[in-house]
């Protein structure tokens, strides 16, 4: 599919993952409207692209904060990619110290954030999808984020991996579901990348992380996660598939 003359929605488009999703999508010829908690974040990094901006009103959760953003980005031009940046982490084991058993509420979020949330913009990008004419046999595509936690969490990110592992687990699914539709599923699974979060990280502990990495030995680029987003898109054959980029990584436990 070609992405010159289309527009896409990027989740957590402000920064990180998202950001460079965004700025890869626009050199390929793409619209795009960011769809973040930071607004001020958001509305500059899509001044700097010429797209549009839409500050989420809680979290992706919200239908109506997604259909905005979705409405946004097909007033643009024909929207055809829908990307999943957006999500949070936390560290808490399932029991902890003293058998305090791991926060319910805290662990809820996550499963809302990062799985629900991930479905709620599927859902209504693909709606807005169905509507386009299809173009050498298809309508869209949207690219969700899972994690390779969601195979290997380690001590401490039950939330985490459960989250991630939803992602995985409603890709080929949900593929199937949209198939009728011409609308694609694919789901990229990241190891270590050089996000704002792991920035903030002294640089002991950030070379420490990038030599578990067997080849190459360092951090991703969030430039890479947003050049495999565009090959997904462009790829019209890859479909209902969790593709992991990780650098031959697999986490141990802690």
Do not use: W
């Amino acid at each position: 599919m070609k992405l010159s003359g289309n527009s896409a929605v990027v989740s957590g488009g402000g920064s990180g993952l998202g950001e460079a999703t965004a700025r890869v999508l626009v050199e390929a010829g793409a619209k795009v409207v960011l769809l973040d908690r930071d607004g001020d974040r958001a509305a500059k990094v899509a001044a700097e692209l010429g797209g549009a901006a839409v500050v989420c009103q809680g979290d992706v959760t919200d239908p109506a904060t997604v259909s905005e953003a979705v409405n946004r980005a097909q007033a643009l031009a024909p929207l055809r990619v829908a990307v999943n940046c957006a999500g949070i982490g936390i560290g808490q084991k399932t029991v902890g110290k003293e058998n305090v058993p791991h926060d319910l509420d805290a662990f809820r979020k996550v499963i809302e954030v990062n799985l629900i949330g991930t479905f709620n913009v599927l859902r209504l990008a693909a709606a807005k999808m169905a509507e386009n004419e299809p173009v050498e046999g298809e309508r869209g595509v949207i690219v969700n984020t899972a994690s390779i936690a969601a195979f290997e969490g380690q001590i401490g990110q039950v939330a985490y991996a459960a989250s991630k592992g939803g992602v995985v687990g409603l890709t080929l699914p949900a593929a199937r579901d949209l198939a009728p539709l011409q609308i694609r599923v694919v789901t990229i699974a990241p190891g270590l990348f050089d996000t704002p979060l792991l920035a903030s990280l002294p640089d002991n502990v950030r070379d420490a992380l990038s030599r578990t990495v067997p080849n190459p030995a360092r951090l991703g680029r969030p430039e890479e996660y947003g050049r495999l987003v565009r090959h997904i898109a462009e790829n019209g054959y890859l479909n209902g598939e969790v593709i992991r980029i990780d650098g031959a990584l697999r986490m141990q436990p802690r």
